[in-house]
């Protein structure tokens, strides 16, 4: 058995088939995982006992001839801001070492009820913040295409363990690009869905107003399997949406012929590069495919990356204030007062990014400043909403690179946070917009290095969106497994 | 814009976050960067344009409010589990209040 290259349908059909059973399947996952993890340090944690029980689930349930599930013991890593019940949850920051949640996430929830076995945590920017994973308290990711160089962020720990083959698929979270980025470095495909698709009760709090749960898989028909699971309304979080969830994979029928397609000239001006390149080709073969492609303008796009981290930041600064020393875990041993508490538990807790955010997220929130930073950005926001609107209403789709490069070297930018941001620019539109969006793979540079193509389609429209990634996908031989 | 040390200093006491004095010095540095480079906002006429504060998208009329049964909650035992330092019932801090 190739657990690396396992994909769903192959795991569903020999399950029924009696080929395997979900406890030697998982068996052997957590075996397979544990033993590479080293090479990229992509988990954090495992949580065998509890992939264990999952799979003796699937497995009763087969014997009883009952359906086990349409994710029926497939091996899943889970980002470790994604809450499990009873099983440590860090989110990358040292504040948070030792914290067990008491409930577990509806999208954990979800994956485990359609028959998946969560092999265990898997590592990230702390509390989502950055585009690298190098601000993960517990060590950076490697890239498991090469060890040298960054898996991107904040997902990191979830794309690299998928590309690795030490997950089926995962988790991820994405308030700016943080499962599409990384998709894009490791060579995986990565799903941001519509804002509210899907629940995220038990995500731990990055900036409300942007946070999504989405899955990374190795290919298209895996992430929509994913994806389906765990979309749709959900009590427990008001802001998660009431619309149907359609059947994705009933979506994926082939048929591109007269898509329109635009491509945002402000997104392919600077790309003179292997990136551009073979984005480009990615665009020629949708062409080949059926598509009808459009030029076409969001011209708010250059203001997006500066409306980006003053909304993202605001937020943050809001949503990190419960780290105080009261509630969560960890409190600095020697303050005396409850002012000094807060101050040492928060300045010795939180890595560099996290307190760059809050500082930065305090000030465009403070007095004199609020008009004229985070009422601004809001309003731009606003507009940028509205460019995609305007552009929905001539194509259907919206196809962009996804990072200007692909993966770059650990600590090649860690020290620019400026440089670092404006990394984001092609992935926090979407998010601004609250549009469905997902990276899927297109090629490789000359040295290797996978470069995903973005896709972006309207509110919802995620079987649009598949269509057209799962048919891209085939026609290019993009798979991973 | 640029900003001051002292600005940092005042803003890292709103925010709670006790800092030293290289990271005052860096994140006077690296803050006047970022805000320098969001002031680029100014140049966009949003005159009359309304503040997005959430995603908004056409939708259904939906019934919004569940029906109210009666559910188990947490429990304080398992919500303090997790606390620094509890006792009674409580999570503990230090003295707020001198006798």
Not at chain 1, 26 to 49: G, Q, S
Not at chain 1, 277 to 306: H, K, M, N, W
Not at chain 1, 391 to 396: C, G, I
Request: proline residues 5%; aromatic residues 8%.
């Amino acid at each position: 058995m190739e657990i690396a290259r396992l994909d769903i349908d192959r795991i569903q059909e020999d399950l029924r088939r009696r080929r395997l059973s979900a406890t030697e399947l998982v068996t052997e996952a957590l075996r397979f995982a544990e033993r590479e993890n080293p090479k990229t340090n992509a988990y954090l944690h495992f949580c065998p006992e509890r992939a264990l029980a999952a799979a003796a689930r699937v497995d009763e349930r087969l014997a009883r001839g009952e359906d086990p599930g349409p994710l029926a013991g497939v091996p899943v890593a889970v980002k470790d801001v994604i809450l499990t019940r009873g099983v440590r949850t860090t989110c990358g920051s040292r504040l948070l070492a030792h914290y067990i949640p008491p409930y577990d996430a509806t999208a954990v929830t979800r994956l485990e009820a359609a028959g998946a076995a969560i092999l265990g945590k898997t590592n990230c920017d702390e509390f989502a913040m950055g585009s690298s994973n190098e601000n993960s308290a517990f060590g950076v990711v490697r890239n498991p295409v090469d060890p040298e160089r960054v898996p991107g962020g904040s997902s990191g720990g979830s794309a690299a363990a998928v590309a690795q083959g030490t997950a089926v698929a995962a988790l991820g979270s994405d308030t700016g690009g943080s499962i599409r980025q990384p998709a894009s470095f490791c060579g995986v495909v990565g799903v941001t869905p519509t804002y509210g698709r899907v629940s995220r009760y038990g995500l731990t709090a990055f900036a409300s107003s942007l946070d999504h749960i989405g899955p990374l898989a190795r290919n298209v028909r895996d992430a929509a399997r994913l994806l389906q699971a765990i979309a749709g309304r959900d009590p427990m979080d008001a802001t998660s949406a009431f619309a149907p969830v359609p059947d994705y994979l009933a979506a994926m029928d082939g048929k591109l012929d007269g898509v329109r397609i635009g491509l945002p000239k402000e997104y392919f001006r600077d790309l003179a590069s292997e990136t551009g390149r073979l984005v480009e080709a990615g665009v020629r073969l949708l062409e080949r495919l059926g598509c009808r492609l459009e030029q076409i303008s969001l011209p708010t796009t250059d203001y997006a990356v500066a409306c980006y981290y003053i909304i993202c930041t605001a937020e943050a600064s809001s949503n990190l204030a419960r780290y105080d020393g009261v509630r969560y875990t960890w409190r600095a041993p020697n303050a005396d007062t409850l002012a000094d508490m807060y101050r040492q538990t928060r300045g010795q807790g939180f890595g560099a990014e996290c307190k760059r955010r809050i500082m930065l997220g305090t000030y465009v929130l403070s007095a004199g400043y609020y008009d004229s930073y985070y009422l601004k950005a809001q309003k731009v926001r606003t507009l940028i909403a509205r460019d995609f609107e305007e552009a929905f209403r001539r194509v259907d789709a919206i196809v962009t690179p996804v990072s200007p490069f692909p993966a770059f070297k650990l600590g090649e930018k860690i020290n620019d946070p400026l440089e670092m941001y404006l990394s984001d620019i092609f992935t926090i539109t979407g998010d601004l917009a609250g549009i469905p969006c997902m990276s899927v793979p297109c090629g490789r540079t000359a040295q290797g290095l996978p470069v995903g193509m973005q896709i972006l389609t309207r509110h919802f429209d995620e079987p649009g969106m598949f269509r057209i990634a799962e048919a891209f996908e085939r026609a290019g031989g993009f798979a991973g497994n | 814009m640029k900003i001051s040390e002292s600005d940092v200093r005042y803003v890292a006491e709103l925010a709670h976050l006790e800092l030293t004095e290289e990271e005052v010095r860096r994140f006077t540095e690296e803050l006047s960067a970022v805000l320098a480079y969001m002031d680029k906002l100014n140049e966009l006429d949003t005159e009359g344009v309304e503040p997005m504060a959430q995603v908004l998208f056409e939708a259904e009329e939906t019934a919004t409010l569940r029906e109210d049964v009666e559910r188990e909650t947490l429990g304080s035992e398992t919500a303090l589990a997790n606390a620094p330092l509890a006792g009674a019932g409580y999570f503990k801090v230090p003295r707020v209040i001198e006798r």
